[in-house]
């Protein structure tokens, strides 16, 4: 099968890892941020076609997160649903079709967010690009896509209906990902069964596109094993992106900073694994930088 792997791909350097969703303002001092982290999860929309350096971050900011290259900076790319606070929810530029279109049903507790047709051309054609292309033009180094576990849903989930159409629509689109930037990080959280393991999209194997997979909750609030098993089998596949060992990260949610016994226990239970952890408050929060210290 053809392959997509740019010696550009890949993590030099897998840990420690952060993810922040919040704006530059709230991450505190960012040359802390810079000196502590290896690989930088951020939500870098713009928020404006008309205005790169708007939205939680400005390029100068994410030059100075990626420290020369020292570090990877990726930005978080809602892939499965759309949130409706997103610009390109119900303006986007000509030629493109607003994300509201593509809708298919709310996403249980998430009130403001709905999923998306991954089957349909039109949605494939606005998150490639248009709304990944505002990303890669701000610098980023990758996308971490989310919301995926669409594929994986069947036509009667009660949250987010799925179908055969969706399931390789979503295999497709991070195959057209891969293809319009051939050197960026692309990194699949959740979503990690058979499905994506073991799925194809256009004569590709689909984990060749990827540098690296992400699962959240594997060990906190509570242990899933299922998940971690899903991990072991991804690592043991031993897939090199850019001659390097595939990214594999656990982010898990103990509440708060003060829960340092808890972090404690999630990070050595991942890296026994060989994953690579990051612990936060929790999956809607992530408004706060944690230096655990260990």
Do not use: C
Request: charged letters at 20%.
């Amino acid at each position: 099968m053809q392959t997509h792997n740019s010696a550009k791909r890949g993590f030099p350097v897998a840990a420690p890892w952060v993810s922040y969703y919040g704006p530059a303002s709230g991450m505190g001092d960012l040359n802390k941020v810079t000196k502590t982290f290896r690989v930088i999860n951020i939500d870098a929309d713009p928020a404006s076609d008309t205005n790169p350096d708007g939205g939680n971050f400005t390029r100068a900011q994410l030059a100075l997160l990626k420290n020369g290259g020292r570090n990877r900076v990726i930005s978080y790319l809602n892939i499965g649903s759309s949130e409706k606070f997103r610009t390109y929810w119900d303006t986007v530029p000509t030629g493109f079709t607003p994300a509201k279109k593509f809708a298919i049903a709310p996403y249980s507790g998430y009130p403001d967010e709905q999923w998306m047709d991954l089957g349909n051309p039109g949605y494939q054609n606005l998150a490639v690009n248009h709304v990944a292309a505002r990303l890669a033009a701000k610098g980023v180094d990758g996308f971490y896509l989310d919301n995926m576990e669409l594929v994986e849903h069947a036509p009667n989930d009660k949250n987010g209906p799925g179908s055969p159409a969706r399931r390789q629509g979503g295999l497709d689109i991070v195959r057209k990902l891969r293809e319009k930037y051939p050197d960026l990080l692309i990194v699949l959280q959740n979503a990690t069964s058979d499905v994506t393991r073991l799925g194809t999209t256009g004569g590709v194997a689909f984990p060749s596109l990827l540098d690296g997979i992400a699962h959240e909750e594997v060990y906190a609030p509570r242990y899933d094993r299922e998940a971690e098993a899903q991990l072991e089998a991804w690592r043991d596949m031993k897939l090199a992106p850019g001659g390097h060992p595939l990214w594999i990260a656990t982010e898990d949610y103990v509440g708060s900073a003060s829960d340092t016994k808890r972090a404690r226990t999630v990070y050595a239970k991942s890296r026994a694994q060989g994953f690579s952890p990051y612990a936060s408050d929790a999956s809607a929060g992530q408004q706060k930088v944690f230096y655990w210290g260990f």
